[in-house]
């Protein structure tokens, strides 16, 4: 009967009592498994007993593609990675702003627009409020909208807490020349007119009542008495 190919020799040695297999290696694996072209059939190994094979040296042995976590800081580069291709897929990116999100959150220190404009909206009133400190509004270019602006003969100008306004729009100051005028002419008109009233108003003008035949108007304090 020929000898199958697959067949390796094995020499058996004792040593502390324990049976190996030597396969004509230097290094001598513990028995109790079975080897057909050195696949191992039956039995198991110690992953750190295999020559030259530490216990996390080689690439088979990770888990799932993005399932192992790293145990310690990864000191890939002198400086911090800034692009992914840096640690080859690991997706660090360390410029990588998210989106923040600080609905019904309390304490939000910092926003960073590197990535666009922030938006503070709300079903409500939206407010900033400072409470001891300075708001400051920095960088090139940028633009704050004016609460006030002037236009037709009205001046803005903004104070350290409040905004002074002064002059009348063109249309005010139109009608109220106007207006004037109208009154001035009035005025001169009725001074002129010899039958108004005011040019031969008099005392006894004035009077409620004013006697006549056999009728006496005695004017008192507070009452009125006629005598016949």
Do not use: W
Request: net charge negative; aromatic share 4%.
């Amino acid at each position: 009967m020929a000898r199958p190919s697959n067949v390796v020799n094995l020499y058996i040695n004792v040593d502390d009592g324990l049976l190996y297999a030597d396969i004509g290696r230097t290094d001598l694996f513990q028995a109790g498994f079975i080897i057909s072209s050195g696949i191992v059939l039956d039995g198991a190994l110690v992953h750190s007993s295999l020559a030259e094979l530490g216990p996390d040296d080689h690439p088979q042995y990770i888990l799932v593609e993005g399932t192992r976590d790293f145990a310690t800081n990864i000191s890939a580069l002198a400086a911090a990675p800034t692009a992914s291709s840096h640690l080859t897929r690991k997706d660090y990116v360390d410029t990588e702003i998210t989106n923040a999100v600080t609905s019904g959150t309390a304490g939000v220190t910092f926003l960073n627009g590197l990535q666009g404009t922030i938006t503070i909206s709300g079903d409500g009133e939206v407010s900033v409020v400072e409470i001891g400190q300075t708001i400051t509004i920095s960088g090139s270019p940028h633009s704050i909208p004016n609460a006030l602006v002037g236009t037709d003969g009205i001046t803005v100008i903004s104070g350290v807490t409040i905004d002074t306004i002064q002059g009348f729009r063109t249309e005010f100051i139109n009608a109220s020349g106007t207006l004037s005028d109208e009154i001035d002419s009035d005025i001169t008109t009725h001074a002129t007119d010899a039958n108004a009233h005011h040019t031969r108003y008099t005392k006894d003008e004035n009077d409620a009542l004013i006697g006549g035949t056999n009728v006496t108007v005695t004017s008192g304090s507070n009452t009125i008495t006629i005598d016949a």
